[in-house]
């Protein structure tokens, strides 16, 4: 993500068909110009094989697959991942700082020859929790910012190349983290209330100001009645 380019806002392509998927990507256009997430909904049933697909076509990938299990698992994990030609995946901070280091390495080990490494995002509390869910089910003591920059910290030091967060942490992360970290942001939304399982969310312009490295973006576009010209408007506003 160099300075001059347009940063990215990840289509989160969250369909669980091909035939969705296709008829989603034919209205986002130019797949060098277009960035997309692919989760667990479309991996789980279409596998590495899609992935590849999309890659030799030249979207730009985050395979989000939000490892979180035991260091030799994950590395191995990791190693996988990287031979799909993606540019970004996913683990769980909450795995810990060994689990980070063996996602990472495991991702150096499995890129071939010539290829770049896939950039590491830690993802620390997931947009969907609130205030509340983090003290009352997670009991953590920490208010939601510490919580996050203490996991980003900890990511940082532990290899990892970013992380994820909701935009409402990323100025506080710029000041407490640093600026040579990436702050991937989804929970992004076009109006201020919404009724959907998101919680700390914000706006595409918000998260511009506030330092967003890139945007994740799922429904707001992929249920919109035109899902082109709300990722172009939403890549403008975010640029
Ligand atoms: O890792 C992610 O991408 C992620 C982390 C997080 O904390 N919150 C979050 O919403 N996401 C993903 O971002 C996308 C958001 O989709 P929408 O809520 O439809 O915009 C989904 O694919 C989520 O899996």
């Not at 009352?136 to 980003?152: F, G, K, T, Y």
């Amino acid at each position: 993500m160099e300075e001059k380019m347009a940063k990215p806002v990840f289509v989160a392509l969250d369909v669980a068909s091909k035939e969705e998927l296709d008829n989603l990507l034919a209205q986002l256009g130019d797949p060098k110009e277009t960035s997309i997430k692919i989760g667990m909904e479309l991996f789980y049933h279409l596998g590495g094989e899609i992935v590849v697909d999309l890659a030799k076509k030249g979207y730009n990938i985050f395979l989000d697959l939000k490892m979180h299990d035991i260091p030799n698992t994950v590395y191995n994990g990791a190693k996988q991942i990287a031979s799909l030609g993606i540019k970004y995946t996913t683990v769980h901070a909450l795995g810990g700082s060994e689990m980070i280091y063996a996602a990472k390495t495991g991702l150096v080990a499995g890129t071939p020859i010539g290829q770049p490494v896939p950039k590491l995002l830690a993802v620390t509390e997931l947009t969907s929790i609130s205030d509340e869910i983090l003290k009352n089910e997670q009991h953590c003591d920490l208010p939601m910012n510490e919580q996050v920059i203490s996991l980003a910290k900890m990511a940082k030091k532990a290899g990892a190349d970013g992380v994820i967060c909701s935009p409402l942490e990323v100025k506080t992360l710029h000041e407490k983290v640093g600026d040579n970290f990436l702050y991937v942001t989804p929970g992004i939304r076009l109006q201020q209330n919404t009724d959907d399982d998101q919680s700390r969310i914000a706006t595409p312009a918000q998260a511009k100001i506030w330092g967003s490295s890139a945007i994740v973006v799922g429904r707001p576009i992929t249920q919109a009645e035109d899902p082109q010209a709300v990722y172009d408007m939403i890549k403008k506003e975010f640029n």
